[in-house]
């Protein structure tokens, strides 16, 4: 199928040459909704362009949970009843409010309030297909995380998306090894998803610092994604790898600098301000012995220095094939056109 180009999301617009930046609140709410609006106002000032979080409720996804999944989830449902201040919340910010659902409730609840996108994330499409389904039959814009799926499970998911019409989707490269080591990130999957779907494409991050979001930048990643935290000091199983606002305000700026060194532009002629310093060091020809006036000029007669003005060395050969001296002119002095005279 043919994918989207762009995609646009309420007033921005993913793959216009501006990288969108996702902060990942997933369960650094702590079950606190104001600490869930301090976080959203920590990441809109930090630079997001997008607040995420995860619509899971604990009673929707298994069957006879365990003790451990219970104490688990204890920790990260996400309440229902959130999403809609959430969203309103993040409206009032600027940002865009969106939820990776977990179960069919949390699709039908996050159409009721209007969100402008989705994300898949890699549990659901590996094992899911039903929910890939569901969220692509909406018609919107749809983020697909890679990090626990096979080629063939991505294949899967992008067909359900073709069943539902729906293009709009981008998919980003995730490693879910926490945190991930440089060495396992393999930021050229990107490409392989690009070239097989022909759509945009990004990366879902989960390495320490700032520097392979960058990199993904410069290897055409429309989407950033990385989690984000008041503190990582929280007790919650995504503050880990969680950036706190500072750095994600770090990674931000980092990335508009990034997109404003990749911007093309044509070269033929030097800057203004490179061919200022040019200029004053620019190699002048110095006589090295004496000249009569109407004496010729010989190899052997110049030195090169800078100075501002002057004859230009690359002026020599010309001034050795045409022009003699028009006045007597003392050994160490910077030539000036006004002391040739032109010859046969």
């Known amino acids: 199928m043919n994918a989207a180009n762009t995609l646009q999301i309420g007033r921005r617009t993913i793959g216009a040459g501006r990288t969108f930046l996702i902060a990942d609140v997933g369960s650094n709410h702590k079950q606190d909704l104001q600490l869930a609006f301090d976080s959203i106002d920590a990441a809109a000032e930090a630079g997001a362009d997008a607040v995420k979080f995860q619509s899971l409720q604990m009673k929707d996804l298994y069957y006879d949970p365990s003790p451990e999944v219970r104490a688990l989830y204890a920790q990260i449902d996400l309440q229902e009843e959130w999403h809609a201040a959430l969203k309103a919340h993040c409206d009032k910010r600027g940002v865009e409010f969106f939820s990776s659902p977990t179960y069919f409730g949390a699709v039908d609840l996050m159409e009721s309030i209007g969100v402008s996108l989705y994300k898949l ?3 659901q499409i590996g094992t899911f297909p039903q929910i890939v389904s569901r969220v692509a039959r909406t018609g919107k814009p749809v983020i697909l995380s890679t990090g626990l799926v096979s080629f063939g499970e991505l294949e899967a998911a992008i067909r359900l998306f073709a069943e539902a019409g729906n293009s709009k989707f981008v998919v980003l490269h995730c490693n879910s090894i926490y945190p991930t080591p440089y060495e396992r990130v393999n930021l050229p999957q990107m490409s392989v998803y690009r070239d097989m779907f022909g759509c945009l494409v990004g990366y879902s991050d989960h390495t ?7 990199a993904a930048v410069t290897r055409g990643a429309s989407v950033i994604e990385k989690h984000f935290t008041l503190s990582r000091t929280f007790d919650t199983p995504d503050a880990v790898t969680a950036m706190e606002p500072a750095e994600f305000a770090r990674m931000t700026q980092g990335i508009r600098a990034v997109e404003q060194a990749m911007k093309p532009q044509l070269r033929i002629e030097i800057e203004p301000e490179e061919n200022a310093f040019k200029e004053s060091i ?15 000029f010989t190899a052997g007669d110049f030195q090169y220095l800078r100075h501002p003005s002057g004859v230009d060395c690359h002026d020599e050969l010309l001034v050795l094939a045409r022009f003699a001296a028009a006045q007597d002119i003392e050994a160490g002095r910077l030539l000036e056109w006004s002391m040739l005279s032109g010859r046969a």
């Open 121 to 123: 994330a890699s549990a």
């Open 208 to 214: 320490d610092d700032i520097y392979v979001a960058l």
């Open 282 to 296: 620019r190699y002048r020809l110095v006589l090295a012995r004496s000249k009569k006036a109407g004496e010729p």
